[in-house]
């Protein structure tokens, strides 16, 4: 495992208790103490074991566990705005096949995206899907760094609500569309971007990232390994793994050194990773 920078440890490590510079295309991390490396804890949509993904008692829950970073997923309605959602359809919450994007701004607030995960005592039957200001927000105001990824809706929409809050040092925005991060770049060069990977990272991966230049990259698990984190690392980027549960492989990434283990279980990871020390 080549070395290559720390973490620091603890709750809101990513923006508490570190500082993102953005330039020249690398983040640089200033500590506030030399401490062991430690992975970055990132509840994926959320503590989405817990409560229903990308809602504000996922948002919350996650914030409890102590997650460093909460990801989420944005997509754009018919009229222009930014909520989050994952699914391509409304047919795992409503049966129905319509697209999110095809709801208003009123219907998509309509939406209830959190009967399907507990019918019986129906715990999370409120849950409405928030915008993604709203997301920032919860994240910030928890002291978690928000881990934005886009699904769909222009940069210019993601930028504006960004630099709205003011937020553009405190969040990362990721896409498998590396276009839309290149537009994100043009427009929003101070907003740290996240090239999202879901095959094995060949050299033709690896050169357009090489062009790229992201200061963040998050691959599925299946097709990454000590070596590929390694090379991600010679690009100059931090590099984040998803989706990870199985608590030993948690700890094998974090022995191959990774900066981020992206985990629908954000509080059991922590022990995990933390009694491995």
């Known amino acids: 495992m080549k070395k290559h920078g720390a973490w620091s440890k603890g709750p809101g490590a990513g923006f508490l208790r570190t500082t993102l510079v953005v330039g020249l295309g690398v983040i640089g991390i200033a500590l506030a103490q030399e401490e062991p490396e430690t992975p970055l804890i990132i509840a994926h949509r959320g503590d989405s074991a817990n409560a229903p993904e990308n809602t504000a008692a996922a948002i919350r829950s996650a914030v409890a566990a102590k997650a460093d970073l909460v990801e989420f997923d944005t997509r754009e309605t018919s009229d222009g705005h930014l909520f989050l959602f994952h699914d391509g359809s409304l047919k795992r919450f409503t049966g129905a096949k319509t697209a999110f994007e095809a709801l208003g701004f009123e219907e998509a607030r309509k939406l209830d995206v959190g009967t399907w995960f507990d019918p019986e005592k129906k715990t999370f039957a409120d849950e409405r899907p928030p915008t993604l200001e709203e997301a920032i927000r919860f994240c910030l105001d928890g002291g978690t760094m928000p881990l934005i990824e886009r699904k769909t809706g222009s940069a210019e929409a993601h930028v504006k609500v960004i630099r709205d809050l003011k937020a553009e040092d405190k969040v990362i925005v990721q896409a498998f569309d590396w276009g839309f991060l290149r537009e994100m770049r043009r427009l929003a060069p101070e907003i740290v971007i996240g090239a ?33 984190i390694d090379a991600f690392h010679d690009l100059g980027a931090k590099v984040a793994v998803w989706t990870v549960n199985d608590l030993a492989r948690l700890r094998q990434f974090a022995a191959w050194g990774v900066d981020g283990l992206i985990t629908d279980r954000p509080g059991e990871a922590r022990d995990s990773v933390m009694s491995r020390e």
């Open 196 to 228: 999202l990977g879901d095959k094995k990272p060949d050299a033709k991966r690896m050169a357009e990232l090489k062009e790229l230049r992201p200061q963040w990259v998050g691959w599925n698990q299946k097709y990454l390994d000590e070596s590929g």
